[in-house]
């Protein structure tokens, strides 16, 4: 090898104890198959390659945080941070909850408190929802002051039981007067 061939040799590469550094310009070829240690570890190399795009989307990741055109990695408690919209084509599944395209219909574009056709209801700020036209009730309990007051429907009766048996005086207030359904006056 001339002096020539050597000085053009050593602007590509120089070789120093246990490093070999390469310089701009060198090109190493790896044939298929061939495996380097890297730290101890094998990385094998194919034909199919790591292209430099697909590098670049591995540069500086932070695992379980998503960045713009960055691969995705999770943490070590499989979360992600930072994601701004997901796109699903098929179901969305935890555990053995499943929600597919209808589903999540009928939870998209809701208003609080409105009852719409096909659509979830949800309670308003008041823990308010108006416009139902026929609901099917087999029970209802609720509360009536201090007192608990069970309504049920059924077999073509109203059973009201846990009335109050005196008269509270509040305007409107249900009571039983010797098991009649009343309502108070008022004072």
């Known amino acids: 090898m ?3 061939e050597k000085l053009c040799l050593e602007t590509l590469y120089d070789l120093r104890e246990d490093r070999l550094n390469l310089h701009d310009g060198f090109v190493l070829n790896i ?3 061939a495996v380097i240690n890297l730290d101890g570890a094998p990385v094998t ?11 670049a989307y591995l540069a500086g990741v932070t695992a379980g945080e998503a960045a713009g055109s960055k691969a995705v990695v999770l943490d070590a408690s499989k979360d992600i941070a930072t ?5 699903i084509s098929g179901s969305l599944i935890n555990g053995a909850v499943s929600l ?5 219909a009928k939870i ?17 700020a008041n823990k308010d929802a108006g416009d139902f036209r026929n609901v ?3 029970g209802l309990d609720f509360e009536c002051g201090a007192t608990d007051v069970t309504f049920r429907v059924g077999e073509g009766k109203l059973i009201v039981s846990n009335l109050p048996e005196a008269d ?4 409107g207030a249900l009571f039983s007067d010797g098991g009649v359904l009343t309502i108070s006056a008022g004072v």
């Open 2 to 4: 001339s002096d020539t």
């Open 168 to 171: 509270p005086e509040v305007a």
């Open 31 to 33: 044939d298929d198959g």
């Open 45 to 55: 190399f194919s034909t199919d390659g790591l292209s430099i795009q697909e590098a």
């Open 100 to 104: 597919d395209a209808t589903d999540l």
């Open 136 to 138: 099917k009730v087999l």
């Open 83 to 87: 994601i701004r919209n997901v796109t």
């Open 108 to 124: 998209d574009g809701i208003t609080n408190g409105v009852v719409v056709a096909n659509k979830a209801v949800v309670v308003d």
